[in-house]
């Protein structure tokens, strides 16, 4: 989709339908970096086109690693540990994606020259202190000095020194920035992590590189230690939970609807939008469940719901849902009674300020909404029905708030404007073609 605004004037009718959603943008950002650390050909099924895992592709093919896309399937030649091969004075560019901007970085921690890391508007806003800061205790060298902020250069070192690590504000980019940095770093690095996403911890084990793991109830502690080599890996992508969320919305919030959303990576540590949507009534089952390469995935069955409650969200499942909580935030304005939800200030920090967004599109819905830098109660209201116009600018581009928009438009009704579509390449390039598959009438 090239064009600068869509324009959607009904709810979407009925639908009962099947679908499949593009392949998980987490994983195969994932796999691409680890194959290319990886001896040899791995291949990746039904690999997704979005843009930040192109952009991870066009990175690594600029460090000198052989990619090729063969219909759905991507292969990739690893050269080994610390194999990449590049020349002086190159560029990566990250475009929107925070997790490859700040992952990208460990893989170049002994890089024998000044590499530049840029990205779009956006990221170029987004904090990479919490990333530089570990990685320069390692060893590795940043320039400017004091810079927090893309574009930055990256210059590594040959005397770089295992760490330990607190990582504080459940972030996965963080945790898995430090484990990376350990395919490059003697001896063991030490993290005591808050929960998050455990993707790369899967990989670890996945490849049998050393790691240690304990749990308790609020912390991950993990050990890992430099392989000797890693083997190549083949792995089919499944579905994305953040992509397929959208639809779980639509189908609650329109009327006598329901959805098979087939083959989606359900890992108990991304699922926190079904958990927190079941808490509020929404009935969503998982079923036909399996366990591929590490990962656990699931068909997800979502039926239309007239009665959510609102809810006062556990603060435990923040991380598990960080992606979801725009689209949830739909759920609460129809929702009965006033919804909280709390210690999200990380909101602001991802690729648009989503906090502040989101209440303002409440706002402009007629819902009202207490919000701060940290939380937002959402007063619901069951019998939610739009009819004014409604615009949303969305001026940085941020592919979620830009389907956030359309599936309130096509829930509540009202004659909306949504700028800038084309942002949902960043995560999910088939999300009209499966809103026109539903019935949806888009202009
Ligand atoms: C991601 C982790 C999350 C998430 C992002 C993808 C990942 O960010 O918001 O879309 O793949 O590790 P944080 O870990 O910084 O919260």
Redesign the pocket.
Known sequence: MCKKVINIKNKIKKFDKKIYVDGD??IS??WALFSSQAIGKSVAHNFPKSEDVINTLKCLQKLGIKIKFINKNCEIIGRGINGFNYKKNIVLNAGNS??LGRLILSLLIKSPYKIKITGDKSLSKRDFSRVINPLKRIGANFYPKNKEKLPIFIKGSELLRPINYFEE??????K?CVMLASLNTPGEIVIKAKK??N?TENIFNFLKIPIKIRKNKKFDFIRVKKPQLIQSFNVKIPGDI?SSAFFIVLTLLSKNSKIIIKNVNVNSTRIGVIKILNKMGAKIKLKNIKYKYGEKCADIFVKSRQNLKSINCPTNLN?SA??EFLILFLCAAKAKGVSYFKDIS?LN??ESPRLKIGSQILKMMGIKVKVNDNSIKIYGNPNLDLKKKYVVKNNLQDHRVLMMSVIAALSFGGDWRIFNPSSVNTSFPSFFKLIRYLGGNLN
């Open positions: 943008k987490s950002i994932r925070g997790t504000r459940g972030s996965a980019q963080c898995s998050s996403r993707h953040s991380s960080i992606d990380e920090q991802k």
